[in-house]
């Protein structure tokens, strides 16, 4: 898995010479999770370029969502505790519903669903699992 054309099997920094398979497991795991926080955050600089939610995002301090701006500019404008929040999401989400397991295959988590969603479906094995697991490493790279 992530084998593809034109490049096949790239290791540029040589991280794989060793042999070493636990190791190999660990990274595969680690690109698996950054690509796909990644390409959330690519959603994320995107989105709110068209769509923001109506309301206030602190109504104690009076910012309204329209208030925000897109990009790190928000972190000047959303309140601590609103920054806090989203850690703590974060965490929670990390060692709550996407608990590593070493005997899954990496990105496969028991609580989420194609892709890492976690909306309870699942890929069929197979040539249509393996293609989209392919496409996932290769757009998270």
Known sequence: LGVQAPVGFWDPAGL????DADAFLRRRVTEVKHGRVSMIACLGYIVPEFVKFPGYCSPSTGVAFADVPNGLGALSKVPGAGIAQMFL??????KGLF????????G???????????????LPAGETKTRKLNAELANGR
């Not at 794989?16 to 042999?19: P, Q, R």
């Not at 999401?89 to 990390?94: A, K, P, S």
């Open 99 to 106: 608990e590593y397991d070493p005997s899954r295959a990496p």
């Open 89 to 94: 999401f974060c965490g929670l989400v990390e």
């Open 16 to 19: 794989c010479k060793d042999g």
């Open 108 to 122: 496969d988590y028991a609580n989420g669903g194609v892709l890492g969603v976690p909306n309870g479906s699942t």
